[in-house]
């Protein structure tokens, strides 16, 4: 069965992105406030209807068709089965797949990707397709699978590792010219067993909260990608093997409703322009890719769609699961997604299987195994060579026998070592140092031995590692159970495809029917005639009628869309002219120039960056140089310099530095000459007077004579015992002058 839906696939050339709607219950909020549904499910055409509660009655409800429709009551079995089952099933034979689930915060998208894991009736895609792969190989015969899974989110424009050790790393996109685009230093986990694939899901979830102040807010932020890679070997009817890869991305995005991005300025206008670039790059990328007039796609805008670039108009294959709400107040919501999704249907992909890829982990995983068998053998062995050369060169297999080191030749050897130390220390005849030297001798052999014995091991557990990361079929593969199971997942399939075609029918007989009216027709009579034209003349209308609504709503749309745009424009060409007024009035031209020259944009981080200086000599910097003599010199100072030490023919920089003494221009000072008499006159009028005058300096009325001798009884004070004043010269108040009080006006 696999075999042949693969040549199928392998057959098929382009095929269109497939697109599903999803629509959840209403949820009891909704209900308790009763509000009403407005989207209407015709699963088995694969129609959405959605009304309008603001329009008039008479307004026709707007239509959509799609691949599938899943109302309220579908279940995620039946989803995956229908939907997602053929594209994983894809992917286990080596084509790229992607699953996008796409629209408004809350409207189901983490249920439809992850759902209630611990529930198997409501477990999710993501679960549901670990289920799928591992029971896939493990019915598998002659094919060997390696199993990888990864797991990372891109929040404002970055990329996280959810299953990295340091989650504050952000990493980057590369590309290269063989593989296309990849992320740099993303961990990879082999997965060989669903529990564990789904521990590498759990922890990435809880990083994912752990990084979140809100979780809600920053899920609806933010986009999550889970990617598994499955390499499968098998090998041809020739006998020559071949490796194919396969990549499922599993992609839970961000909340598509528009984010508000009035008002704010600088960093929030940053952040609200980033948070969803990613989303509307999406929208530009789908747009440009079925307008069929683009040539130019802009995968670049954003790291999403560069992630995804093959996933939208490349070799993938591509679902995308359009999920709304259904009551009234999501309208606008509702039909931004529906337009989107019916877009994005129009979208070719060219899908092939990526046969032997360069970069195939699992060859090198292979040529590894090859590599230690290898070197086992030589070591030794010989229970496994002996299986190997079972029907083939026994003699070979008898060398190794007699090379060989295998675990039991080891045993016994060390038995054998063992008897002969015994047989030494029991040996009486024996010298005690001819002993000692043979036990040493023994010893060693022994130590030997036991490295070998080691390395042996090592290499075998090594060996065991590897196989087992390696996934092959179950042994017993025409098991009965298997088999059932294998019978009826067919059945299951064949039931979906049938529903499916069915639906494809419908679909076309209703497009034909609307085009069937230039099909000339006979009519009985007249009447008859006038009223099969009324009806289909009235039908026309209401299609008419509907295109010219959707005419009007798309209008609008796109004149709320340029209004947004308009706006922020106007942000950025404001911040644009004011950097560009700092740049005129603060920058030297010179240095602009300099700095212009050294820029340039770096498109794998999206960002400008300035080159480092290099400098135009190529060399080092050479510090400039300065000439001999920094003046000019005439030939007579040259010429005096070598002979004469007089510095005024020195060069400026050397001075002779014999200290003179500066010739002295001042005097001591010299205290005025006082001729001897007048000095004696002096000296006679400074002689103490026997009765000392106590005149307090303070007196208003002292006059010159009276401070002068205040001054002379200061002179003589010294000659009283401190302290002491007899009581004569107490002074005496009757000396002050009396207070003239007030002076009279
Ligand atoms: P989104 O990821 O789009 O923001 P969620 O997946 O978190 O939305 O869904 C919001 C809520 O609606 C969750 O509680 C989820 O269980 C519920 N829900 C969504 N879709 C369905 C559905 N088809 N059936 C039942 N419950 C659903
Ligand atoms: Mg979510």
């Known amino acids: 069965m696999v075999q042949g839906a693969e040549a199928k696939m392998k057959g098929s050339g382009p095929e269109e992105v497939k697109v599903v709607v999803r629509c959840r219950p209403m949820n009891e909020q909704e209900t308790a406030s009763g509000h009403k549904r407005v989207v209407d499910m015709d699963v088995d055409r694969g129609v959405v209807e959605l009304r309008n509660v603001k329009a008039p009655d008479t307004d026709p409800p707007k239509t959509f068709t799609f691949d599938a429709v899943y109302d309220w009551n579908s279940k995620q079995q039946e989803l995956y089965d229908e939907t997602f089952r053929p594209l994983v099933e894809s992917v286990l034979c080596g084509f790229n797949g992607t699953i996008f689930a796409y629209g408004q915060t ?149 909340g598509s409703e528009r984010q508000s991005k009035t008002g704010s300025v600088g960093d929030r206008l940053k952040e609200a322009t980033k948070i969803n670039l990613s989303l509307s790059a999406l929208g530009n990328v ?67 299987i990526n046969e032997d890829p360069k970069d195939a982990i699992l060859r090198e995983y292979q040529q590894e195994l090859a590599r230690l068998k290898a070197q086992l053998t030589q070591r030794g062995g010989k229970k496994k060579k002996k299986k190997k050369h079972v029907e083939g060169d026994t003699a070979e297999g008898e060398e ?34 001819e002993k000692q030297r043979y036990l040493t001798e023994l010893k060693d052999k022994e130590a030997v031995l036991i490295s070998t014995k080691e390395a042996q091991e090592k290499l075998l557990g090594r060996i065991q590692t590897m196989e087992s990361k390696l996934l092959c079929g179950g042994k017993n593969i025409i098991d009965h159970t298997n088999e059932q199971q294998r019978a009826l997942q067919q059945r299951t399939q064949e039931l979906m495809e049938q529903k499916k075609r069915e639906r494809e029918m419908l679909q076309l007989l209703e497009k034909e029917e609307e085009s069937s009216c230039e099909i000339a027709s006979t009519f009985s009579s007249l009447q008859g005639e006038v009223e099969a034209k009324t009806r289909k003349l009235k039908k026309l209308f209401a299609k008419l009628q509907s295109v010219k609504q959707e005419m009007a709503d798309l209008h609008e749309e796109f004149c709320r869309d340029r209004v947004d745009l308009q706006h922020t424009q106007d942000v950025l060409t404001r911040e644009l002219k004011l950097k560009a007024l700092i740049i005129e009035n603060f920058i030297s031209p010179e240095e602009k120039r300099k700095i212009l020259s050294r820029a340039f944009f770096d498109d794998d981080e999206d960002v400008w960056k300035l080159r480092p200086v290099v400098r135009q000599t190529g060399g080092t910097l050479k510090r400039p140089v300065s000439s001999a003599s ?39 000072w010299e205290g005025p000459v006082v001729a001897p008499r007048v000095a004696a ?53 009757s000396l002050y002058p009396k207070s003239r009080g007030l002076v009279p006006k």
Not at 196 to 216: F, K, L, P, S, Y
Not at 313 to 341: C, F, Q
């Open 106 to 254: 809350g409207t189901g998208k983490t249920y439809t990707m992850e759902g209630i894991r611990d529930d198997p009736e409501q477990r999710g895609v993501i679960p549901n397709s670990f289920e799928h792969i591992f029971n896939h190989i493990a019915r598998s015969s002659n094919q060997q699978y390696l199993i990888r899974s990864s797991y990372l989110e891109i929040y404002q424009e970055e990329i996280r590792d959810l299953l990295g050790k340091d989650q504050k790393k952000r990493l980057e996109l590369k590309e290269r010219p063989d593989t296309g685009v990849y992320v740099k230093d993303l961990q990879q986990f082999v997965c060989k067993s669903v529990n564990e694939i789904q521990h590498v899901m759990t922890v990435g979830n809880q990083n994912r909260a752990v990084g979140a102040t809100n979780m809600n807010l920053h899920s609806s932020r933010s986009h999550a990608i889970f990617i598994i890679t499955i390499e499968c070997s098998d090998v041809d009817l020739k006998g020559k093997g071949h490796i194919r890869v396969g990549k499922l991305n599993l992609v839970d995005l961000a």
């Open 286 to 352: 789908i747009s440009a890719l079925v307008d069929g007039k683009s040539t130019h796609i802009p995968y670049r805008d954003s790291k999403l769609t560069r992630l995804l670039q093959d996933s939208l108009g490349g070799n993938s294959k591509t679902i995308m699961v359009a999920n709304i709400g259904p009551a009234s107040y999501n309208y606008d919501e509702t039909i931004t997604t529906l337009r989107y999704a019916n877009r994005a249907k129009n979208i070719k992909n060219k899908p092939k």
């Open 400 to 433: 190794e026998e007699e090379d060989g080191v295998d675990e039991e030749g080891i045993l016994q050897q060390q038995h054998e070592l063992e008897e002969e130390r015994n047989r030494i220390l029991n040996d009486q005849h024996m010298i005690e140092e």
């Open 630 to 668: 920094r003046r000019p010199t005439s030939e007579y100072a040259k010429m005096q310099a070598s002979v004469d030490h007089n510095p005024r023919y020195k060069g400026e920089n050397i001075m002779v530095v014999e200290l003179d003494p500066a010739v002295r221009t001042t005097r001591d």
């Open 681 to 733: 006159a002096l000296e006679a009028a400074l002689m103490p007077l026997d009765d000392d005058l106590s005149i307090d300096a303070s007196l208003a009325t002292l006059n010159r004579s009276q401070a002068v001798r205040s001054t002379r009884k200061e002179k003589t004070k010294g000659k009283f015992k401190s302290g002491l004043r007899p009581p004569s010269q107490v002074p005496d108040s």
